[in-house]
C-alpha cells in the first residue's frame, strides 16, 4: 500500500512511526512532514490545508490510503473533499468534527443525551458573558468555542484572571473567530485521564488510557500548552473507573453522534477529568491527541493498517486489537518561552544518541536546516521512554532527556510522578 498522513507534528511522526511497522505498506508519504519524519516517510511541501494540491498529489501518486492527524483539516471537511474523489481517507467528515471544531456543539450534544460533563453555559455576546461570569466564582473555566491549538482554554483561579481571559477571547480576539463565542463552565477537581478509541459509528474500539500534563511547568502551574508530556498505563487509576468512562460517556457519544446524523469514523479523543461524583467529559476531541499518541501508539500491538482498513470496510466490529502490558511515557522538549513566543532555526544535539539508548524520539517542530536538524516549533521533541513499568519507562525517558540539547530547552522533570506516588 501507499498511504499519505496529513501532518507535521509529533502526533503525525507517532503515526508514521506506526504505520511504518506494517508489512502491507510500501511506501509513506508525509504532508508536510517534518525532520522526523524524513527518516520514516517522503515529506512533500503541501499545507494540510491546500486540500486540492493534496488530492491532485494522492491521485498522481497513485495513493491508496490517507491518514488525517491534525484538528484544523478535519473540521474545514478534508476527509469530504477526499470522498467526492473516491479517495479512501480515515477520518470524520466535517459534521462529526464539529465534536471538536465547536465546544458549544460538543457540550449541548452532552446535555441533550444526559452524558456527564461539566455544567456550563454559552455565550456569544461578551456583556452577557461578562455579567454571567461576575456571579461566578473562581476557579472556574473559560473556553473558545473554536479551534485554538490547544490554547483556547484557561483554568482561571482568580476572577480577575477569568476576566482577562474573556476579554482576550471576545474583544482582543487572541484567538481570532474562535473566541467569538465561549463556554464559561464549572471548575472539575480531580485526576484527568484521556481515552483515545477507534470509532466507526457505534461501535467503539477503546485504546489504552493516559494521562497528559497540559500547564507548562512543575507541579502544574503556568499557562496550559498543547501537552508537557503523557505516560501510559495510569496504575494508580481504578480500572473500573476506565471501564465506567467508555460505557457511560465514549460510547453514548459515539451512539449520539449516529442519531444526530452524525456517524464518526475516525480516532474520538475523550478528555476526562475523575471527580468525587464520577467521571465527567472535559472535551473531546476528533482525531488522535498530541502528545497521548506518542505513549499510545507504541503499545498498540495489532496492526494499525489493519485497523484503519476494518474501520473503512465496517469491520471493525469483528476486529480483536491487542496491547502491550509495557508502559511508556513521554516527556516534552519545548523552545524557549512556550506557549508564548518562541525562537525557531535553533541546532539540536543528542537525537541519535538518544535513539542509542532505545529511547523513541517523535519530532514535533523541527525543520531540516543546511543538512541540520533545526528546532521550528514552541514544542519540538517528544522523547518516550519505555519499560516494564511506569518507573522504568519514567527513568528511560528522562535518561534520553539529558543528552539532548538546544540552547533555551524547557521540559518539564514531573511527568507520570503521580503514578509514582499512587
Not at 137 to 161: C, F, W
Not at 238 to 246: S, Y
Request: charged share 25%.
Amino acid at each position: 500500500m501507499r498511504i499519505m498522513v496529513i501532518g507535521g507534528g509529533g502526533r503525525e511522526h507517532a503515526i508514521v512511526w506506526a504505520l511504518s511497522k506494517s508489512d502491507k505498506v510500501h511506501k509513506i508519504y508525509c504532508a508536510p512532514g517534518n525532520a522526523g519524519i524524513a527518516e520514516l516517510a517522503e515529506c512533500v511541501p503541501i499545507p494540510v490545508n491546500r486540500f486540492g494540491d493534496l488530492i491532485q498529489f494522492a491521485c498522481d501518486n497513485e495513493v491508496d490510503l490517507v491518514v488525517v492527524g491534525p484538528d484544523d483539516p478535519l473540521a474545514d471537511g478534508i476527509v469530504d473533499a477526499f470522498e467526492e474523489r473516491q479517495i479512501p481517507v480515515y477520518g470524520p467528515r466535517k459534521n462529526a468534527a464539529e465534536i471538536e471544531g465547536s465546544k458549544i456543539f460538543m457540550k449541548n450534544l452532552l446535555k441533550k443525551y444526559d452524558i456527564p460533563t461539566a455544567k456550563y453555559e454559552t455565550f456569544t455576546d461578551y456583556e452577557s458573558a461578562l455579567a454571567y461570569l461576575r456571579e461566578q466564582q473562581a476557579p472556574i473555566v473559560v473556553k473558545a468555542d473554536g479551534l485554538a491549538a490547544g490554547k483556547g482554554v484557561t483554568v482561571a483561579y482568580s476572577m480577575e484572571e477569568a476576566e482577562a481571559a474573556l476579554q482576550g477571547m471576545m474583544v482582543d480576539k487572541v484567538f481570532g473567530e474562535s473566541g467569538g463565542r465561549v463556554v464559561i463552565e464549572e471548575f472539575l477537581e480531580g485526576q484527568e485521564m484521556s481515552i483515545l478509541a477507534f470509532v466507526d459509528g457505534a461501535t467503539v474500539r477503546a485504546m489504552v488510557p493516559a494521562q497528559d500534563h497540559k500547564p507548562v511547568y512543575d507541579n502544574d502551574k503556568g499557562p496550559n500548552t498543547g501537552g508537557m508530556g503523557t505516560y501510559s498505563p495510569l496504575p494508580h487509576i481504578d480500572p473500573a473507573l476506565v471501564e465506567d468512562a467508555i460505557a457511560n460517556i465514549i460510547k453514548p457519544t459515539a451512539k449520539a453522534m449516529v442519531s444526530e446524523g452524525r456517524p464518526f469514523r475516525g480516532v474520538l479523543f475523550a478528555g476526562l477529568m475523575i471527580t468525587k461524583q464520577g467521571v465527567k467529559t472535559i472535551e473531546f476531541n476528533a482525531r488522535m491527541g498530541d502528545p497521548e499518541t506518542q505513549v499510545v501508539l507504541p503499545r498498540l500491538k495489532t496492526d494499525l493498517v489493519d485497523i484503519i482498513l476494518a474501520s473503512l470496510n465496517g469491520r471493525l466490529d469483528q476486529l480483536d486489537i491487542e496491547w502491550s502490558d509495557e508502559a511508556a511515557v513521554c516527556v516534552i522538549a519545548a523552545s524557549e518561552g512556550y506557549p508564548g513566543p518562541y525562537p525557531k532555526g535553533l541546532p539540536i544535539a543528542g537525537l541519535d544518541a538518544a535513539k542509542a539508548q532505545g529511547a523513541l524520539v517523535f519530532h514535533a517542530g523541527t525543520a531540516l536546516k543546511d543538512g541540520a536538524i533545526v528546532t521550528n516549533g514552541g514544542r519540538v521533541l517528544g522523547i518516550v521512554g519505555r519499560g516494564r513499568d511506569i518507573a522504568e519507562a519514567r527513568a528511560r525517558a528522562y535518561e534520553a532527556v539529558s543528552v539532548i540539547s538546544f540552547d533555551g530547552m524547557h521540559s518539564r522533570s514531573d511527568i507520570a510522578a503521580k503514578a509514582l506516588r499512587g
